[in-house]
């Protein structure tokens, strides 16, 4: 099962590779991970979508968490959240197509940010499902480049994550 | 007033009550090395690097103190992993500073560069690069704080050659607050009740404890408790020395070379209660059939540790003793569930009882010296209370099946990574703690020619540490894998070309001795044990003695080879 899940970590040089070197040395699935600093410029986000059962999910939280610079782990499986990526595609542009291409990332609201006589790179943002939908439609054009962030998350409403809780609340076992 | 970089490492040391150091040098540690030429800090310099950190590792196993180490930039760095690797696995706390290049050429390939930071990552508990001086105290102060707290585990900091030169104010904090690490200590109450409900409904208890036993000192409460309750223990390898070796209540270490009884208990019981021990694929054998009978309490102060193999029923994150003191405090007010407990058990008791009988450690008496036979003498004639380390393969499970320890922190081996080597080194640093007790590394033939260079270091400082070599000519563990799983097809594994180790000793200026017979082993151990210089005993044992019983890679721990 995918799990989409936030790591706030101390902004401190060599993190990055703490975070990505647990997963490859123990074997661990990351789909995709995006990071940059957060409201608090002494912390970045880390946004990692990982796979795997019940389990292995547990080790990934918990492992994490261990790292001495993490500060926050949570795994958005049981709270409500929002989620969003963007997407690059430069696409072949012919006379024929240029239209359509258009129409195309108008109906998603996306935004054409850079042209050639051959080629339009088009900013597409949205949730999985939209940026799929979105290549596919796109893709018998002709894509000649693409490029992904990975998806980014935040908990809906007015939650918002917290910062305290990183010592495991003494009895349970996460 | 200002401070060198040097002086300020200095100055922390000494903050954290560190009085001995060992150490390596080399041109990135000059700053540091010559500051030291005025210091009170005892340095041991060794002979290669990954003496220095097993060494620092000895110390600390032995004395439970942080074990500090220094060597250089580069290769000095690199040569120390292997002793780093072996600390992590086995969650020994360690400070391990590496010189590096001055920072302006950091990542230019300089001279001695090697990214150690980098390159110890996945077997540091924590690390460090220093690129200023300004923080130097206070990473030295954290690096000891997370070294000895929570889950123990070595600290590597990096300091390269111009913050060591460097000038600063030397302001030591009196705390360490790091917001990103908070381990826990005390056990979850309601977790606890839980698992003393369960407790008392079993019938079939066992306790499995491992290394955390002896970090967080809870074998006093370990002790009461099974007393209290009459409780069987097992032991890891690491856990061993945490119950005494010759308790009633001991089932002897459990896994691949458990004893029958520990195994059987394991495979019968209705409740496994686990302290302080990971579920190592050496002790639990086929996992699918690990306690499948049982419930398993696990506590342990890493929640990594809990279910990562074996999913558990009641965990409980936090530290052993406290933990453990917990449970004892429920039986000591409890007299409703706990009141006859023991005699509710007495069935179990009985198994456990008959299991030890019919089918004790043994070994076969005829023929050639056996090495279990040495290892009987050896615990008899200090009665098993020696400061024992070992080398790794044979060597180390007879010693862990054959000595009875007694008191924590005095059986010292490689238990997770399994470092040939370890042992003599890891020697001259419990000798260095204790310089009055007597420590006794038990070696192979093979092992002890992986470190046999810090023979010069232990004759240097006067460490008569007493290396007693189970010769028999082989890599024996391998060879044993090789008989049982390969047709005997021994490649690689014949030891036909090794030193005279009476002469190498000798030559280092070591005392050597060598024994050949059964009715030698007495007469030259008592020997051995009286003088008081660095010795080499090389013993000849028969080459092809294998360690039983043996469960093998793969299989449940009912399925026993036995001798």
Known sequence: MRH??????????????????????????????????????????????????????????????????????????????????????????????????????????????DVSPKTYTVMITGDEGKISAFLTLIKPLGIKELVRTGPIAMMRGDKTIKMREKHSKGGEDG | MKKTGAQIFIEALKMEHIDTLFCYPGGATLNITDALSSSDIEQIVVRHEQGAVHASDGYARASGRVGVSLVTSGPGATN??????????????????????????IGNDAFQEADIVGITRPCTKHSYLVKDVK??????????????????????????????????????????NIRSYQPT??????????AMKLLASSKKPVFYTGGGIISSGASNELIKLAERLSIPVTNTLMGLGGFPGNHPL?????????????????????????????????????????????????????????????????????????????????????????????????????????????????????????????????????????????????????????YK???????????????????????????????????????????????????ATAVQYNLPVKVIILNNR?????????????????????????????????AYGAAGYRIEREDEVDKVLKEVFKNKRPTFVDVMVDPEESVYPMVPAGAPLREMLLV
Not at chain 1, 36 to 47: G, K, Q, V, Y
Not at chain 2, 86 to 96: E, G, K, Q, R
């Open chain 1, 4 to 113: 989409t899940i936030s790591v706030l970590v101390e902004n401190e040089f060599g993190v990055l590779s703490r975070v990505a070197g647990l997963f490859s040395g123990r074997g661990f699935n990351i789909e995709s991970l995006c990071v940059a600093e957060s409201l608090d410029p002494t912390i970045s986000t880390m946004t990692i979508v990982t796979s795997g059962n019940d389990a292995i999910i547990e080790q990934v939280l918990k492992q994490l968490n261990k790292l001495i610079n993490v500060i926050k782990v949570v795994d958005f499986k049981d709270v409500d959240y929002v989620s969003r990526e963007m997407v690059l595609v430069k696409v072949n542009a012919e006379e024929r197509t240029r239209e359509e291409i258009l129409r195309m990332t108008e109906i998603f609201r996306g935004k054409v940010i």
């Open chain 2, 80 to 105: 120390a992993v292997t002793g780093i690797a072996t600390a992590y696995m086995d969650s020994i706390p360690l400070v391990i500073f590496t010189c590096q290049v001055p920072t302006m050429l």
């Open chain 2, 135 to 176: 923080d130097l105290s206070r990473i030295i102060k954290e690096a000891f704080y997370i070294a000895k707290s929570g889950r123990p585990g070595p600290v590597l900091v990096d300091i390269p050659k111009d913050v060591s030169a460097a000038l600063g104010e030397f302001k030591y904090p009196d705390k360490v």
């Open chain 2, 185 to 194: 200590y005390v056990g979850h109450v309601g977790q606890i009740k839980k």
């Open chain 2, 250 to 402: 001991f089932l002897g270490m459990l896994g691949m070379h458990g004893t029958y009884a520990a195994n059987m208990a394991i495979t019968e019981a209705d409740l496994i209660i686990a302290v302080g021990a990971r579920f190592d694929d050496r002790a639990t054998g086929k996992v699918d059939e690990f306690g499948h009978l049982a419930k398993i309490i696990h506590i342990d102060i890493d929640p990594t540790s809990i279910s990562k193999n074996i999913k558990v029923d009641i965990p409980i994150v936090g530290d052993s003793k406290n933990v453990l003191k917990k449970m004892l405090d429920i039986v000591l007010e409890d007299k409703e569930d706990f009141g006859n407990y023991s005699s509710r058990i007495a069935q179990w008791h009985h198994d456990t009882e008959k299991w030890k009988m019919d089918f004790p450690l043994t070994y076969g008496r005829s023929g050639l010296l056996k090495p279990q036979y040495v290892i009987e003498r050896v615990c008899e004639l200090t009665k098993g209370k020696a400061i024992v380390t070992t080398e790794v393969g044979q060597n180390q499970m007879w010693t862990a099946q054959f």
């Open chain 2, 405 to 455: 320890f007694q008191k924590p922190r005095t059986f010292i081996t490689s238990g997770g990574l399994g470092t040939m080597g370890f042992g003599f080194p890891a020697g001259i640093g419990a000798q260095v703690a204790f310089p009055d007790a007597l420590v006794i590394d038990i070696a192979g033939d093979g092992s002890i020619q992986m470190n046999i260079q810090e023979l």
């Open chain 2, 474 to 506: 082989f890599l024996g563990m391998v060879r044993q894998w090789q008989e049982l799983f390969y047709e005997k097809r021994y490649t690689w594994t014949h030891m036909n070309h090794a030193p005279d180790f009476v002469k190498v000793a000798e």
